[in-house]
């Protein structure tokens, strides 16, 4: 089993990430490892990020200020970070679920690899968060697409003709399921609008 070096990972992965595809491929991994020692630190970055933007610098125009009162931040960092943590391993799943249908091949912990170390583009540009004048650089998170586009024939065992079909079907089914996480999530949230 190998340790993963985070910092030498996220940096690969983001800048070669075709040769370390092929890494990732014959490494062998526990899923609580990469959780513990990849998504666990780098899923909080935007959820942390989030909270500090949001709460602690707010938003403002000329002569006025608005920022999320910080009970509210607190609460939706949490609940943030719970999903970055939960997503991942949803998304693993529909890898998995899905690899028959398109000639792959299931395997559980190549679909997680693949969930987690594509989603490495994501959770860095969170980072963006953390000004709000600037969160509309976290349409760089979209290289995570990229990045789940290039290993999936690799890490899956997809032939090239199934590969896109493939691909799509994983953003629809994501994209889904990430629409009503978030919606359960808003409703969880205390804010003055529903009277908390």
């Known amino acids: 089993m190998k340790k993963i070096d985070l910092v030498e990972r996220a940096k690969s992965i983001i800048l070669t990430p075709s040769q370390?595809?092929?890494?990732?491929?014959r490494?062998?991994?526990?899923?609580?490892?990469?959780?513990?020692?990849y998504v666990m630190i780098l899923a909080a970055i935007p959820a942390v990020a989030g909270f500090i933007g949001?709460?602690?610098?707010?938003?403002?125009g000329f002569l006025?200020?608005?920022g999320i009162p910080i009970p509210a931040g607190i609460a939706h960092m949490v609940l943030d970070y719970l999903f970055g943590l939960g997503s991942v391993y949803v998304l693993a799943l529909i890898i998995d679920a899905f690899a028959p249908t398109f000639g792959g091949e299931k395997n559980l912990l190549q679909a997680m690899k693949l969930a987690v170390f594509s989603s490495t583009a994501a959770w860095l540009a969170g980072i963006f968060f953390i000004l709000p004048a600037l969160s509309i650089l976290y349409l760089l998170?979209?290289?995570s697409l990229y990045l789940l586009y290039l290993g999936l024939p690799l890490l899956m065992n997809?032939?090239?003709?199934?590969h896109a079909p493939y691909f799509v079907v994983i953003c629809v089914m994501t994209l889904v399921v990430n629409v009503v996480a978030r919606a359960l999530t808003a409703l969880t949230i205390p804010g003055p609008l529903r009277g908390f």
Do not use: C, H, M
């Open 20 to 25: 370390e595809w092929e890494l990732i491929e």
């Open 27 to 37: 490494e062998q991994y526990e899923i609580k490892d990469l959780y513990t020692n």
């Open 54 to 60: 949001f709460s602690i610098v707010p938003l403002g």
């Open 64 to 66: 006025s200020k608005y």
């Open 141 to 143: 998170a979209l290289y």
């Open 158 to 162: 997809v032939r090239e003709d199934k």
